[in-house]
Structure formats: structure tokens, C-alpha cells
């Protein structure tokens, strides 16, 4: 049986991000993801500055892979369009080779290609192997073991295609679909289309992401679009994800943004703020959960205020209000920090 202080099950941002805090803290720790790696992860692959700013303190480099930064968008809704200059580029990456390189940088046992079959209160078994442990932190996405600690999770859905077409403008279009946006993120050797409706509402994905492409002057091939739920974030799931020695994270917990789909971000800090409060919590001794919603506190009102401003942005009364912010300086530079 291997024995460790910490599993981290999932090799993801929220995963690696816990990890790297774990590095050179004495504590011992390894991560468990059931793929091999690299691996696909379907995703729009756009770091704000806000993860760009948390990969620089988590110390991971992603210098080597191909990114793009871009500080040009357009936004549009049904009858304004507007070119906005961000204040900070949005950083265009490909999630296999960021996930990849990430992955790299850990110092620690990775074990991959492991899958969980049982978790019991210290124990944990794999179709590998037997695992003793002290903490586990779940950053193994919505579809992992984990599912079945939260009930009544709420998912959005996103679609996704990517054309060989490449361009340089990043266009983000509030008409594209109800409850949510269509995007168009350029990559160094393909561009990435995409819609995502963060309401539980079904529609026509396949018909309304060609329309979104054709009108932008892309063609899409039908068999190649593909599609995956997205987290909806709610302070409920939130506050059920620590579970005494468990703690869920990124994705698992349902930390995305609800305006944006925005989740990579969220997943590195949760991961980090995981690992630094069960550091803290092997030190003195003190209660996992005060600490971890402690250290979350700003993470999580910011959601509550984004969840907020999403009911209303994609409401009937969106197209209105994307219409006022697009010509009100305020709202403006509210837009651009959300992308930006
Ligand atoms: C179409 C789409 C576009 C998106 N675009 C963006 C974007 O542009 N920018 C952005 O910031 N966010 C975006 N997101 C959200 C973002 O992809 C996620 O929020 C982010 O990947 C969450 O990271 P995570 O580490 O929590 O989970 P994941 O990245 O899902 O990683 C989970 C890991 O756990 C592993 N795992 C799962 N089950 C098990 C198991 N039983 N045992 C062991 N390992 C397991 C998986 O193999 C995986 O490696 C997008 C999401 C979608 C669906």
C-alpha cells in the first residue's frame, strides 16, 4: 500500500495547481489522474490576465507552448457592434500541450492512467493499486469519482469545432445564442468557434454554432463539432465542498465564472487555496473547512456577483443592456475585466 499525506485526484489545472503549492512544503503528496497524457480536454483555451497572473505565482511556465496573446475584441449583440482594446491580453493556449507542459513542472509521484474504483475514510483504491491518505483533494472535473458527493448539480453546455482558418481577431457575440455568447479564439495554427449556453435551457446547438461560423466566414464540418456540459456555479455546491478530510475543486465544485464559462482561472485558485489550507491544517491542527471558506471568501462573493450579473445579462433584457454597456464607460471596463 503507498501512503501519503495528500491524493490529488486529476491532473487538470485545479489538480496541478494544488500540487505546485504542495512542492518543497515537506508534505507528501501524489496525483492520480485516469488518462494518459498529453490529453484531450475540450475547452476554448483562453487565459485571462487573472490566470496568467496565478500561473506566474504558482511558478508554472507555459513560455514553451505555443500561445497567443491578444488584446483586440470585438463584442456584438443583435444591433451594435464594438472593437475594444483590453486592458491585458487574453492569452490564447491549446489545452492538451498547456495541460501538458503543466503536468511537467510537478515534482511528486503522477500516477496516470489510474483509475478510482473505491474511497473510503483514509484508504483508497485504484484498478492499480491500495493508497493510505490523510487528505483528499478532488480536482478530477464533473465527471469524476467526486460526482457523487454533490446531488443537484446544475450544467450548462458548450459547443465547440475547430477550423484550420486561422485570423487574428477574437470576437465574443452575445447574439449567437440565448443564455450565453458565442466565441471565436485564434490560436497560433487553428481557431477555435464555439458557443456556450450557461442556462439549463436546451436549444439547437448544432444549427445555431454553423450560422454563428458562416456568418463570421468559417465553414464547419458537422461531424467534427463537439459538445460537453459546463459547471453552473452556485453557493450552494460551494459550500458542500469540503466533506471532512475531502475537499472538491475547480470544476468539481462548479467554480466557473457564469458569465464567461471562464473556469481555468477558478480551478488553479481553489487548487491552491486546498493545498495551502491543508498545509495549514497539518501545522496546527485546526478545522479544514474554516479555513479553506476562509481563504475562498473572495473567490467565491466574486462568483456570487457574477451570478448575479449573469441572470440579468442573460435575461430578455440582455441584448438591451449589452447595448448600454457597449457605449457606457463603467460597464465597459466591468467587460473588459471579465475577458480581459
Ligand atoms: C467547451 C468549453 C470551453 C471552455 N473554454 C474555457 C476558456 O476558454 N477559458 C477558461 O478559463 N475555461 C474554459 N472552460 C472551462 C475549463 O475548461 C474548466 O473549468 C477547467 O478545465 C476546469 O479544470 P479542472 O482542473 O477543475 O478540471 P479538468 O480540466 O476537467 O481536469 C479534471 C481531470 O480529472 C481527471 N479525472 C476525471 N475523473 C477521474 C477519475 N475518476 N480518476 C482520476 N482522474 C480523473 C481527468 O482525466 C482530468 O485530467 C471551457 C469549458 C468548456 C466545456
Redesign the pocket.
Known sequence: MKKYDVII???????IAAAKTFDKSGISFCI????KFP?Q???????TNK?INMLKKLNLDINRIQNKPCKNVIIENKSTKKELELDNSIVMIDRIDFDNAILKQITGDIFLEE??ININDNTLSTNKDTYEFKYIIF???I???SRKFIQNRKFGF?V?YESDKLTDKVILSFNAINGGYGWIFPKENHTTI?L?NFDTNKCDYINLICEFAKKNNFEIDKTQIKG?H?PLYSRDIYEKSVINNKLL????ASL?DPIS?????Y?MASGMYAAQSIIQVLKDNSSLKDIYFEKTQGLSNSLDKRLKASKLLYSKMGNALIKIGLNNDKILSQLKRVFG
Request: net charge negative; proline share 2%; hydrophobic share 30%.
Open positions: 485526484i486529476g491532473a487538470g489545472p485545479a489538480g492520480i489522474d485516469k488518462n490529453r480536454k475540450l475547452c476554448g483555451g483562453g487565459l490566470s483509475n478510482i480536482a478530477d472535473g465527471n469524476g469519482y458548450c465547440e464555439g456556450g460537453y459546463i475543486v475547480g470544476d468539481a466557473v464559462g471562464e473556469g481555468i482561472y480551478a
